[in-house]
């Protein structure tokens, strides 16, 4: 067999925020992609590796380089409000952002516009105009702007979507999705940034994704309510949230309407025991799928160490370490499979053919509806409605409907009482 010492291609991936998502799914992947790298037949092997990172105060990358094995510790790190920007500018060809979610357009934009592929931790961006300048700039640039929803790769999730997409779960009609945080999520890791924010933006577009992508695509987005409660987060009349419903009301092609109810909260007791409590249930015409995290799965109770370190529930299909039968120690799941997923996506692209196929190459994975911004359209005008509607009830307006596609705009904001709509986006959602 002829062998040959060509270096495999590498792609080299800066990241902004190394926060919990990054130690519990980006670390896992990069460790082993830098021993493995990535194989298929069609892209032959391409290498990885963790280039650079960019974060606020270059604390938590200090923490990783001294934790990180050869040789990723050897990555760049950049500091301070243009640290993003330095690093996209060190030569970095992937871009992964995953600092809180009002804080993902910002390095997002300045990657795509730079010509860099990028992966943005849900929810992408939180308004329709950043969505659209974000699809633009992927498209004018010729990069893949790709968003993670990990549930989708959940198999459970995936196996409800298969039940659709084959016929044997027929015309949804209606469902809840509930997802409960512990208290020591607001007022501990997320304090920093929590003020002004609700929990709804950040998980219930786990649930909006999974109805839109399993459900959709042949139906379209009607209507959004919203309402909450404060007073534990933040004060009673405030504009920081403890907990929210939101109901997002489709219409099927034959003009029956779907509604789903999907509740969210980030001051459940900790010792509650479920650590991220969640269950859904959709109704169809001829079924029901009922799906609870806590049921599911494992129970494990080991004094000193339960809740904390060891959860009462824990869900190893998105994310365990193991020791393998085989003897090695491993860490895997949906959750590292997805991030795997997207470096495969650009893998794919820049090396799975000739250099004169890439943009059918670049057109067939930015047409993934998964994970592509331009499919998020709908998730993105949910999050944008629903923040206008408690901004609307903080400032003494609750009850406020957000309508979609309707003559006055693409979002339009209906206020009791008002005689006059507020337009939140103009365009067709
Ligand atoms: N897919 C999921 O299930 C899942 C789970 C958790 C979080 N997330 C998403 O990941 C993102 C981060 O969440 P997290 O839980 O890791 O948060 P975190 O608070 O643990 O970490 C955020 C990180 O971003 C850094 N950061 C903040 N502002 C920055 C800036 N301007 N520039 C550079 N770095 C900055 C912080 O220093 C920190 O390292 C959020 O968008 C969240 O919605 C997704």
New binding site residues.
């Given amino acids: 067999m002829q062998t040959t010492s060509t270096q495999p291609p590498i792609l080299r991936a800066g990241m ?7 130690d ?2 980006y670390r896992p992947f990069f460790e082993q992609a830098a021993k493995d790298g990535l194989f298929s037949r069609r892209t032959g092997l391409v290498d990885v590796s963790l280039a650079a990172v ?4 270059g604390s ?1 990358a200090e923490k990783y380089r001294r934790a990180a094995p050869e040789p990723i510790n050897r990555f760049g790190s950049f500091t301070g409000p243009t ?2 920007e330095e690093m996209i500018a060190s030569g970095v060809d992937v871009v992964c952002v ?4 009002d ?2 357009f910002g ?1 997002a934009r300045a990657a795509l516009a730079a010509g860099k592929h990028v992966l943005i ?3 992408s961006v939180l308004s329709l105009t950043e969505l659209d300048e974000l699809s633009r700039l992927a498209r004018e640039n010729g990069v893949l702007a790709k968003v ?3 549930k989708l790769a959940d198999p459970d999730h995936k196996k409800l979507r298969t039940h659709v997409a084959d016929g044997v779960l027929k015309h949804v009609n209606n469902g809840y999705c509930s997802l409960l945080e512990p208290k020591s999520i607001s007022t501990g ?2 304090a ?2 929590l003020t002004g924010r609700n929990p709804a933006t ?1 998980v219930a577009v ?1 649930y909006l994704k999974l109805i839109d992508f399993s459900f959709g695509p042949h139906w379209r987005l009607s209507r959004i309510t919203a309402t909450g409660q404060r007073g534990l987060v933040g004060s009673a009349g405030g504009r920081t949230w403890d907990s929210v419903q939101l109901q997002v009301v489709y219409t099927h092609p034959d003009e029956r309407e779907a509604a789903f109810d999907i509740h969210t909260s980030w001051v459940t007791p900790d010792n509650f025991p479920g650590y991220v409590e969640q269950e859904v249930q959709f109704r169809f015409d001829n079924g029901v799928w009922n799906a609870h995290q806590r049921k599911r799965g494992v129970e494990l109770t080991v004094e000193n160490r339960s809740p904390g370190e060891l959860k009462y529930t824990p869900n190893y299909h998105y994310n365990g370490t193991f020791l393998e039968p085989w003897g090695e120690r491993s860490q895997r799941g949906y ?1 590292i499979e997805v991030i795997r997923r997207f470096f495969e996506e650009v893998a794919f692209v820049e090396h799975g053919g000739p250099a004169s196929e890439r943009t059918g190459r670049l057109h067939q994975m930015s047409g993934l509806a998964y994970n592509d911004v331009s499919a998020d359209r709908n998730c993105v005008a949910i999050v944008q409605a629903c923040e206008a509607i408690l901004a609307a009830h903080a400032d003494g307006h609750p009850g406020c409907v957000v309508r979609v596609n309707d003559p006055f705009g693409g979002l339009v904001l209906c206020k009791p009482g008002a005689a006059e709509p507020t337009i939140l986006y103009q365009g067709r959602v």
């Fill in positions: 902004v925020g190394l926060g919990m998502i990054f519990e799914t960019a974060t606020r105060t938590r640290a993003a995953a600092t809180p979610d804080r993902h390095p931790e849900k929810p993670v929803y990990h890791q997320f920093e940034w950040y786990h959750g």
